[in-house]
């Protein structure tokens, strides 16, 4: 199977040939056609050349088509979105080009009409189909090259590995000591991104840490269950259980800190209803103004708000009550607003005040 880099080359490859292939035929459908031989008139290598780039153009899209169904077949969750955009827009690239064939070989009467819009229509799905995913292949293997140097190769982690490998349950005969070194850790990284996406989203691996003998069976659990995947044989599961040992300290990192952003919301939204409950309805003008000093007021929001979106944004819906700019500011505590009980109820005020109906 190829590697990440090796798919990404070859789909802009796949793309290179459907641009060339569409020019191409755009070209050819300019020369006179005759209608008695049902034969362009022209020139003979052009023609040669856009059959040629065709039959490439399918033979690609058959390996990759190969490459992808084994893989959804096995998943073992709901598929992502762009999975799911990404096969469905295989699979409209395979009719379309099963149309195109039919038509060329069996129905010429059509090839007049309908070929140049399915071959636009192959382009068009070909460009969205690698948008999808040859930046994200170019991205992990950015980030893989960057690994080399990470903290999962770090010489404290390294040592660290190397004292945790004999209680993850290997036989005894298996040379731990030769596990816990940055070649051997770099090709457990390989068969993770290789063969363990086969069956399953890898975010579904690394959801949490774990201890190394339940990092050694879920890897082999997982060996277990490959089908139609090639299976991972016993030196592969070492390497693979080797470097999910060596990267649990940044998968606890993780689940630390999106366990504090949990936390944070939590607080944000228990110190919103406590800043509610002793708002009123309408805040009066007098009162507004002996509560906070409207220009500071309005510095706060400007700097606050302005910092995910056009501060115009709140003229196309202006909050009529302290109620409504109390709603409107929980929204945005929601979507990441950091603010403290002081820094809201300014922003509540001057909210209030300045579009409120007095």
Not at 178 to 189: D, F, K, N, S, Y
């Amino acid at each position: 199977m190829m590697d990440t880099l090796g798919n990404a080359i070859l789909g802009m490859v796949f793309l290179a040939l459907s641009l060339a292939g569409t020019f191409l035929m755009y070209k050819l459908w300019g020369y006179p056609f005759d209608e008695q031989q049902q034969k362009s008139t022209a020139p003979r290598p052009l023609v040669l050349l856009h059959r040629a780039i065709g039959y490439l153009y399918l033979a690609i899209y058959l390996y990759l088509m190969s490459q992808m169904v084994p893989r959804l077949w096995q998943y073992q969750v709901e598929l992502p979105a762009r999975t799911v955009a990404h096969l469905m827009l295989g699979m409209a690239i395979g009719v379309l080009l099963l149309a195109k064939v039919m038509i060329v070989r069996f129905f010429k009467y059509l090839e007049a009409q309908m070929a140049p819009l399915l071959g636009t229509g192959l382009l068009v799905c070909t460009a969205l189909l690698i948008g999808l995913s040859v930046p994200f292949a170019w991205r992990e293997h950015y980030l893989s090259q960057r690994a080399a140097g990470g903290p999962a190769f770090e010489r404290e982690n390294l040592a660290r590995v190397a004292a945790l490998l004999p209680q993850a349950g290997f036989p005894a005969e298996v040379p731990v000591a030769a596990l816990a070194t940055p070649a051997a850790l770099r090709q457990g990284r390989a068969v993770l991104l290789k063969k363990c996406v086969q069956c399953h989203d890898l975010r579904t691996v690394l959801l949490r840490p774990k201890t190394p003998g339940q990092w050694r069976e879920t890897v082999a659990r997982m060996a277990e269950r490959a089908v139609l995947a090639e299976p991972l044989n016993e030196f592969e599961q070492r390497f693979a259980t080797a470097y999910l040992i060596a990267i649990t300290p940044e998968l606890q990192k993780s689940a630390m800190t999106i366990r504090q952003q949990e936390i944070k919301r939590e607080e944000a939204r228990a110190a919103i209803a406590a800043v509610s409950a002793t708002l009123p309805q309408e805040l009066p003008a007098a009162q507004a103004a002996a509560e906070a000093d409207l220009s500071a007021a309005r510095t706060l929001f400007e700097q606050t708000c302005s910092q995910c979106h056009s501060l115009g944004n709140i003229e196309k819906s202006p909050p009529a009550s302290a109620a409504d700019a109390t709603a409107l500011l929980d929204r945005m505590i929601d979507n990441g607003l950091d603010v403290t009980d002081e820094e809201f109820e300014q922003l509540v005020f001057y909210l209030t005040r300045t579009y409120g109906k007095n």
